[in-house]
């Protein structure tokens, strides 16, 4: 299976500020999800935006699809140290199977 | 909420070995079980694909003999590392789905395994 593309690959902003990360995919896809993992641990389910949906708020986090370009963004308003994880947009095919495919992921650095 | 549990979290083993690593879903039932690996700084790959009552669908490229798959009920599912080596040590994660009604299938992630293989 392909995998997406996310960049940057790695991103470091101070708190406060405003953090976007960007996913490419190559398939036509039912869904995309957002997830974040801290280091050595699981993953988080963060958002998931279906197709026909072009943006998605869920507290500081602002999701857009634009199907088109086959490409979706993440931003994270007002970071927080906290925030400090890697994100990876995972892509769930259209057929109905429920794998998901994920991006390389952005590493996420918010220094306080 | 949906909790997927794994165990064990850690596993450091000889190489020839066999591991076994459960997954369980702990408050819903699932019928599909997702494992994946993961090296160290890059993204999930997923191995297969787990129904309960059934085999279990392997991507490309990943041994079925290497990597048994086992999952006997709609709460558990197990990976089995059979003879292992160096070059299996990886991060092991779960995922289980649960449909949902009306929306598209949730999958909840399980904590992870870290294999080491000496």
């Known amino acids: 299976s392909q995998q997406g593309e996310e960049d940057p690959q790695a991103l470091s902003i101070q708190e406060g500020e405003n953090a976007t990360m960007n996913c490419s995919y190559k398939?036509?896809?039912?869904?995309l999800q957002w997830y974040r993992q801290n280091s050595g641990r699981g993953l988080v389910h963060l958002i998931l935006?279906?197709?026909?949906?072009r943006e998605k708020h869920s507290g500081r986090l602002r999701v857009t699809l634009d199907t088109s370009k086959k490409s979706s963004s993440l931003l994270i308003t007002a970071s927080r140290a906290a925030d400090t994880a890697s994100y990876f947009c995972?892509?769930?095919?259209?057929?109905?199977?429920?794998?998901?495919?994920f991006g390389k992921g952005t590493k996420l650095t918010v220094n306080p | 909420g949906a909790v997927v549990s794994q165990h064990p979290s850690r596993v450091i083993c000889k190489s020839g070995t066999s591991v076994k690593i459960e997954c369980r879903s702990l408050?819903?039932?699932?019928?599909?079980m997702f494992w994946y690996r993961q090296f160290p700084k890059q993204s999930l790959m997923l191995m297969a694909t787990?129904?309960?009552?059934?085999?279990?669908?392997?991507e490309q490229g990943v041994e079925k003999d290497k990597f048994l798959i086992n999952h006997a009920s709609l709460t558990l599912s197990t990976l089995t590392v059979t003879s292992a080596h160096p070059e299996d040590s990886s991060f092991y994660i779960c995922?289980?789905?649960?449909?949902?009604?009306?929306?598209?299938?949730?999958?909840?992630f399980g904590p992870g395994t870290r294999l080491t293989v000496l």
């Open positions: 995922s289980a789905g649960r449909p949902g009604l009306g929306r598209p299938s949730e999958q909840f």
């Open positions: 398939t036509s896809i039912n869904n």
């Open positions: 935006i279906r197709s026909n949906e």
């Open positions: 995972a892509t769930e095919a259209q057929g109905g199977s429920e794998k998901l495919v």
């Open positions: 408050d819903f039932q699932a019928t599909t």
């Open positions: 787990s129904n309960e009552g059934s085999k279990a669908t392997y």
